[in-house]
């Protein structure tokens, strides 16, 4: 039987067994690649979304176990429409191969939407588990700040 | 300078891989234009390899791997610039696989010869046999190359697209082309009539290219100022296509197995089991492993899971002691090389101080964020391949090999890599795609390595010792003795690029250490490899992520050994033998704040390497937090000649060292029973932002030729960081990683 599932607002009907990961259902399934396989084993965070405004990682969620909406990177913001994240995220020129950092909009998003003023220690608590190769961690750092600044004067 | 025809007949080590230039390729077909690769739609042009202009708008060519270094922006930057286009007003494609895309920096790089003392014949010889590269297909991106590859030779496509489309705008308004100007994308003649790019292309295209001078630095618009990046706002949205977001109508996913035991063969399997599971379309004999295709990547690697095999030992010794015995035992053999001997290194100075140490440094993954993975459409009589790949030529060989095409019937899409590092240079995970989908023909099939099946199957940073001496005197270093061995990468390479045989001398055992600009008078460096079959590969760095931390924590003894601040010791050295060495040392000095004195509970260390003919100099500040060790401070002073994008660089050499210090502290690749024993992230961890240093970066540009970023912020970081410990802690680390006798934070 297909499992309800929503995700950026959309209701799907996903025809999958109960147990495959969140995961694979958004990738494989519904098409929406910017939430990312690193490892499998929630110790990278490249595959990080949130369920109800809650950071998860969606490759530990199986399917039947998802209790409310998903957001993934695409529904944060589009190209033509960033948040104010993704804007920041842009200004710093964060990025450098880019893969791992749908994972780090989407946990700092969580974090800011629950400290909107986060401290240094506060960012080093709440992003520790979200690994980047390439090393753009003071960049996500400082943009994190910044999009704090752009949600306070919005 | 030596004619392209004496050259070619000659036989050059690429790095240990002898060509023969008259038996491969005649010197006609070395300087014969590669073909344009571009096909522009209806009423466009395609000027030349690099530019295309046609209803789509002005297509930029950068046929070099987006990695994450930013090397699509930059080279599409130096275009621009001559071009008279702005950054806004350009796509920016990585292009097909083709001969005209040809790396021809990346064989000058492989020259014997230290470097920096290059002269300028040097230059030109290493130029000319750049060219060789076209033929040898090398559409490579790697060892730091993009840039002095790209930076003569892209202005210059601009530069003649522009007045080639001059030209065509001259011919239609009936004026001479000096009277016309570009500004744009636009042809403006002296009375105002303007005429857009797209609007001559097609006439333009026709023309003979016409040849334009360079424009001098002063009157740069787009370059040597930070440019946002072309791929940045696809990366902050989760729209940027990786080769694992690659998605085709009708596809299927596939997950593979591959013998654990590296080398080793597969003797049977069971998959009656998998085959029952849900969403499971076919279990793939591949000889050497299976593969599950499936409706689903998580579906198939389940499935691949319940595959029982039974797999052959490997080739290899069980377990890491043996390996390490067998590298130790390259000792005993004759030396594979001697790159620098200066002086008489066999004789200990009359009252010198003699001081000796043994250094050693694991094999390394490369653990890029995206795992392995390519997708392949197979239709019987043509394969499309879409991959992160460093090579798009030699994956397009390999691919039409094992499906038994002419590579003119492979078509590759090189697509954004999550992270490269030297792994995906390698044809592995493309070939096996196209060997999936050759057994499905007219369905597309997406190949995803599990994490774990990507940390076992690597092409590792070999495992190297050292064994140094070295003598001071009256504060000073009067002798450098060094013997170092490892497996050689580079022979490895060689063999699946090009399928030659390697032999002779290889340069990237000793490269970082052969080559560094210290004047010590008796300075002797040695490389001796090791017979081993461990499969090893370019590693961010290559040859100078071990060397760098050897060499240099070397020199950091023997500074202590002389009583001398380790700074000043090494400063000394290089101004007497290489000034821009000399001044990034200085400047390292100088934004660090360096005094050689440190509080109770911090230690600095400094470490330099030269490598990729960029001179770079780290300093790490590392503090006790109650018998933790935190890296607290870095920064870093390196001089890439020409700085084109300071933003970038700055992001490429504190991201080069983070690289460097993530090894330094955690990195470990163990073997046991054949097998490498890490699997993923928990047993293989990286610096993460809690642990990564606050880094000030500072660029110089005293060299007299450009070069590159991309590595040369890994080496110095490992023995800075070693070199700070020993200032907090007395205790010389000579052996990585660190985590194993420090208590470093985590």
């Known amino acids: 039987m297909p499992t309800p599932l929503t995700v950026n ?35 990278c965070g490249a595959c990080t979304v949130q369920i109800d405004g809650e950071a998860v990682r969606s490759c530990q969620v199986a399917l039947a176990d998802v209790r409310g909406e998903v957001t993934t990177i695409e529904g944060l913001g589009t190209p033509d429409a960033m948040a104010a994240i993704q804007r920041a995220w842009a200004a710093h020129q964060v990025a450098q191969c880019g893969y791992c950092q749908s994972g780090q909009i989407m946990q700092a998003a969580a974090l800011l939407a629950e400290n909107p003023a986060p401290s240094d220690e506060d960012i080093d608590l709440a992003m520790q588990g979200n690994l980047c190769r390439c090393g753009t961690y003071p960049r996500i750092r400082a943009a994190i700040h910044s999009a704090s600044q752009m949600m306070k004067e919005a | 300078m030596a004619s392209i025809g004496k050259i070619a007949r000659r036989s050059f080590l690429i790095g240990s891989a002898a060509i023969v230039g008259g038996v491969a390729f005649g010197a006609w077909y070395v300087s014969r234009p590669a073909p344009n690769p571009l096909t522009p739609g209806a009423g466009g042009g395609a000027l030349n390899p690099f530019v295309m202009i046609d209803v789509n708008g002005i297509t930029l060519i950068a046929p070099r791997a987006e990695m994450g270094q930013g090397v699509q922006t930059t080279w599409a930057a130096l275009i621009a610039e001559e071009l008279d286009v702005e950054m806004d007003q350009v796509r920016v494609l990585h292009g097909p696989a083709a001969q005209a895309y040809y790396n021809q920096a990346l064989l000058g790089e492989a020259l014997p010869g230290k470097g920096y003392d290059k002269t300028s014949f040097g230059h030109a010889l290493a130029e000319t046999l750049g060219r060789v590269g076209k033929v040898m297909n090398m559409q490579v991106t790697g060892g730091s190359t993009s840039m002095a590859d790209g930076y003569t030779r892209m202005r210059a496509a601009g530069a003649s697209a522009r007045e080639t489309l001059k030209q065509a705008a001259a011919d239609l308004l009936g004026v001479a082309r000096a009277d016309l100007r570009t500004e744009k994308a636009m042809v403006i003649a002296a009375d105002g009539r303007e005429i857009a790019y797209a609007d001559l292309a097609e006439a333009a295209a026709g023309l003979d290219p016409v040849d334009a001078p360079l424009r001098d630095r002063a009157q740069w618009r787009i370059l040597g100022k930070p440019v946002d990046r072309v791929d940045m706002v696809p990366k902050v949205t989760g729209t940027a296509r990786f080769g694992i977001d690659v998605r085709l109508e009708g596809m299927l996913f596939a997950a593979l197995r591959m013998n654990p035991h590296l080398g080793g063969a597969m003797r ?29 990547t998580w579906l198939a690697m389940q499935a691949a899971e319940a595959v029982e095999i039974d797999w052959e030992m490997g080739p290899n010794p069980p377990d890491t002691g043996a390996v390490f015995d067998r590298i130790a035992a390259a000792f005993d053999d004759d030396a594979n090389s001697t790159m620098r001997d200066d002086g008489d290194a066999g004789t200990l100075p009359e009252g010198a101080t003699e001081i000796t140490a043994e250094y050693r440094v694991p094999y390394l993954a490369h653990a890029t964020m995206e795992p392995m993975n390519a997708t392949a459409l197979y239709s019987g009589i043509k394969l499309e391949i879409w991959s992160g790949n460093q090579a798009p030529l030699f994956t397009r060989k390999s691919c039409a090999k094992a499906v038994g095409l002419e590579p003119e019937a492979v078509e590759v899409h090189t697509t954004f890599m999550g992270g490269g590092f030297g792994r995906r240079g390698e044809l592995d995970f493309s070939v096996y795609a196209a060997r999936v989908a050759a057994e499905m023909p007219g369905t597309p099939v997406q190949l995803t390595w599990s994490r774990e099946e990507d940390m076992t199957h690597d092409f590792y940073r070999p495992g190297a010792l050292a064994r140094f ?8 270093a009067v002798l450098l003795d060094g013997k170092i061995a490892a497996q050689s990468p580079t022979q490895q390479a060689m063999g699946r690029w090009l399928g030659l045989p390697a032999a002779g001398p290889d340069k990237g055992t000793v490269d970082g250490a052969f080559n560094q600009p210290y004047a010590i008078p008796n300075f002797r460096v040695r490389g001796y490899l090791a017979d081993l079959a461990i499969p090893v590969g370019f590693w961010r760095s290559v040859g100078a992520s071990m060397n760098g931390f050897f060499l240099d924590s070397f020199l950091d003894e023997m500074a202590h050994a002389a009583g001398r601040d380790p ?6 050295l290089a101004r007497a033998e290489y000034a821009p060495a000399a001044a990034v040392l200085e400047a390292v000095r100088d934004i660090s704040g360096w005094t050689g004195e440190t509080p109770e509970g911090t230690g600095r260390g400094v ?25 607290t401070r870095a920064w870093i002073a390196a001089d890439v000649g020409v700085a084109l994008d300071p933003r970038n660089l700055e992001a490429q050499l504190s991201g080069g060292m983070v690289y460097g210090l993530s090894a330094a502290c955690f990195g470990e690749i163990t073997f046991a029973e054949g097998a490498v024993v890490q699997q993923n992230f928990p047993d293989y961890d990286a610096l993460r932002i809690h642990n990564t240093p606050a880094t000030e970066v500072r660029i110089l540009q005293n060299q007299d030729h450009i070069s590159g970023a991309g590595e040369p912020g890994t080496p110095p970081a490992m023995p800075a960081l070693a070199n700070a410990l020993f200032d907090l802690t007395g205790r010389r680390a000579r052996s990585l990683p660190l985590m194993r006798d420090f208590d470093l934070l985590v």
Do not use: H
């Not at chain 1, 399934?29 to 990312?36: A, Q, S």
């Not at chain 2, 089991?273 to 599950?292: E, K």
């Not at chain 2, 001496?469 to 000073?476: E, F, I, L, T, Y």
């Open chain 1, 9 to 43: 607002g959309t209701r799907y009907e996903i025809d999958l067994p109960e147990d495959v990961p969140l995961l694979w259902v958004l990738r494989d399934e519904i098409g929406l690649t910017g939430t990312k396989y690193g490892c499998g084993v929630a110790a």
């Open chain 2, 268 to 296: 049977d399997f069971d998959d009656s089991a998998a085959r029952a599971m849900p969403g499971v379309d076919r279990v793939v004999n591949l000889g050497d492993g299976i593969a599950v295709v499936a409706s689903n």
């Open chain 2, 567 to 572: 700074l000043a010791f090494r400063l000394e």
């Open chain 2, 607 to 631: 470490g330099f390497c030269y490598s990729f003919g960029t001179p770079t100099a780290t300093v790490i500040e590392v503090q006790d937090r109650d018998g933790q060790i935190a890296m």
């Open chain 2, 469 to 476: 001496r070295g003598a001071v005197q009256d504060g000073k």
